[in-house]
């Protein structure tokens, strides 16, 4: 194992070009109290890949639902505003471009499902008119066409009768069923990258299951790339591929799904898995992620033969003594690569100024050796 003192390795060479590249993104938002910006993205960086589905995970406000709305500039300016970074997709940069130019490219190339479908679907207009909408806004056919292709786009999500419920109402159709629309809304443009912010709250497990294993199956027959936002961390462990761990507006770890699972490296990331119940484990009472975070051990690098010294996990409440000298002026945080295929969020020390770390690019699938 890597210790800190030797320089960081290069991530393999990747075998796709990412669909879609994060870069130190920043995200604010005006406070209503006439006091300081409230910021609510701080410096997020990731990556998407073809046919790859990166889990962004973490606790309601750490940041997961702006960061997938800036993509598709769904963020209100004002009260927000995007203090820095870029997000390339395929190359170009979405915060630069127009409105007119996002027209083109949202609901079309980038399709998101969004978090809850009765508050997303119009409750006056029927199915069929929502759905055909999109269709006729982004692809070159006529109405009679893309009426077709909206009850085809019903039927691969698998809702019954999609020629009779494309004149239904969403107050007609059950949750799960109004998600189903949702996503065959989101994938009747044919899209990209696909992203999905809780596509099964409020669902019941035989539904969810259902629903991932629909996302899943289009997503292998459409080479579609997506970005799955969650809290739970079972769905993580049984459909993503990369896990990107958010806190606070930052990403504290990004890594392959086994080997986060297998090996948390940051306190944050320890905090959430000790906190879920396990049928191994009789416990009185589960452990919570403040109990983690505040005891001193936690904060070092666990697998690395013991306390790395110049790198130490960042969190902003850190306990007393963990805390690295830092320079005035200087932001405390920094993404690192701890290994070839893993990043933690440390503190930000002068041999983190010395040795820069590349941003975050895993190009890997679970079926990969």
Same mark, same amino acid.
């Given at each position: 194992?890597?210790?800190?003192?030797?320089?960081?390795?290069?991530?393999?060479?990747?075998?796709?070009?990412?669909? /879609?590249?994060?870069?130190?993104?920043?995200?604010?938002?005006?406070?209503?109290?006439?006091?300081?910006?409230?910021?609510?993205?701080?410096?997020?960086?990731?990556?998407?890949?073809?046919?790859?589905?990166?889990? %962004?995970?973490?606790?309601?406000?750490?940041?997961?639902? %702006?960061?997938?709305?800036?993509?598709?500039?769904?963020?209100?300016?004002?009260?927000?505003?995007?203090?820095?970074?870029?997000?390339?997709?395929?190359?170009?940069?979405?915060?630069? &471009?127009?409105?007119?130019?996002?027209?083109? %490219?949202?609901?079309?190339?980038?399709?998101?499902? &969004?978090?809850?479908?009765?508050?997303?679907?119009?409750?006056?207009?029927?199915?069929?008119?929502?759905?055909?909408?999109?269709?006729?806004?982004?692809?070159?056919?006529?109405?009679?066409?893309?009426?077709?292709?909206?009850?085809?786009?019903?039927?691969?999500?698998?809702?019954?009768?999609?020629?009779?419920?494309?004149k239904a109402y969403p107050h007609q159709f059950s949750g799960g069923?109004?998600?189903?629309?949702?996503?065959?809304?989101?994938?009747?443009?044919?899209?990209?990258? /696909?992203?999905?912010?809780?596509?099964?709250?409020?669902?019941?497990?035989?539904?969810?299951?259902?629903?991932?294993?629909?996302?899943?199956?289009?997503?292998?027959?459409?080479?579609?790339?997506?970005?799955?936002?969650?809290?739970?961390?079972?769905?993580?462990?049984?459909?993503?591929?990369?896990?990107?761990?958010?806190y606070a507006g930052r990403v504290v770890e990004y890594a392959r799904?086994?080997?986060?699972?297998?090996?948390?490296?940051?306190?944050?990331?320890?905090?959430?898995?000790?906190?879920?119940?396990?049928?191994?484990?009789?416990?009185?009472? /589960?452990?919570? @992620?403040?109990? @983690?975070?505040?005891?001193?051990?936690?904060?070092?690098?666990?697998? &690395?033969?013991?306390?790395?010294?110049?790198?130490?996990?960042?969190?902003?409440?850190?306990?007393?003594? %963990?805390?690295?000298?830092?320079?005035?002026?200087?932001?405390?945080?920094?993404?690192?690569? @701890?290994?070839?295929?893993?990043?933690?969020?440390?503190?930000?020390?002068?041999? @983190?100024?010395?040795?820069?770390?590349?941003?975050?690019?895993?190009?890997?699938?679970?079926?990969?050796?």
């Amino acid at each position: 194992m890597e210790s800190a003192a030797t320089p960081m390795m290069a991530a393999p060479s990747t075998r796709t070009k990412p669909i /879609l590249e994060v870069a130190d993104l920043a995200v604010s938002f005006a406070n209503s109290a006439g006091g300081p910006r409230i910021q609510a993205v701080a410096g997020v960086s990731m990556t998407v890949h073809p046919n790859q589905t990166l889990a %962004v995970v973490g606790e309601s406000g750490c940041g997961k639902s %702006v960061t997938a709305m800036s993509t598709m500039q769904l963020i209100p300016r004002p009260p927000g505003r995007f203090d820095r970074g870029s997000i390339l997709f395929e190359g170009q940069d979405i915060l630069s &471009f127009s409105e007119a130019e996002m027209l083109k %490219v949202r609901g079309g190339k980038i399709a998101m499902i &969004f978090q809850e479908p009765m508050t997303s679907l119009n409750p006056v207009y029927t199915i069929g008119d929502q759905i055909t909408e999109a269709i006729l806004l982004h692809q070159k056919v006529g109405a009679e066409k893309a009426w077709d292709i909206a009850v085809q786009a019903l039927k691969d999500v698998g809702i019954p009768r999609p020629e009779e419920r494309m004149k239904a109402y969403p107050h007609q159709f059950s949750g799960g069923m109004r998600q189903r629309v949702m996503i065959a809304m989101a994938l009747a443009c044919q899209p990209t990258l /696909l992203l999905a912010d809780e596509p099964t709250t409020a669902l019941d497990v035989t539904i969810q299951a259902q629903i991932l294993e629909l996302l899943h199956e289009l997503q292998r027959t459409r080479g579609m790339g997506i970005m799955l936002i969650t809290h739970n961390l079972g769905v993580v462990a049984e459909n993503a591929d990369v896990v990107c761990v958010m806190y606070a507006g930052r990403v504290v770890e990004y890594a392959r799904v086994f080997e986060l699972f297998d090996r948390p490296l940051h306190p944050y990331t320890r905090g959430l898995f000790n906190s879920i119940p396990t049928l191994r484990d009789r416990k009185h009472r /589960l452990t919570t @992620v403040e109990e @983690v975070v505040h005891d001193p051990e936690q904060f070092k690098l666990h697998g &690395f033969g013991g306390a790395l010294g110049e790198l130490v996990p960042w969190w902003p409440d850190a306990p007393k003594g %963990v805390r690295p000298a830092i320079a005035p002026g200087r932001d405390e945080y920094a993404l690192v690569q @701890v290994e070839p295929t893993r990043w933690v969020g440390c503190f930000r020390s002068d041999w @983190v100024e010395q040795n820069p770390s590349p941003r975050p690019d895993l190009d890997y699938r679970r079926g990969d050796a």
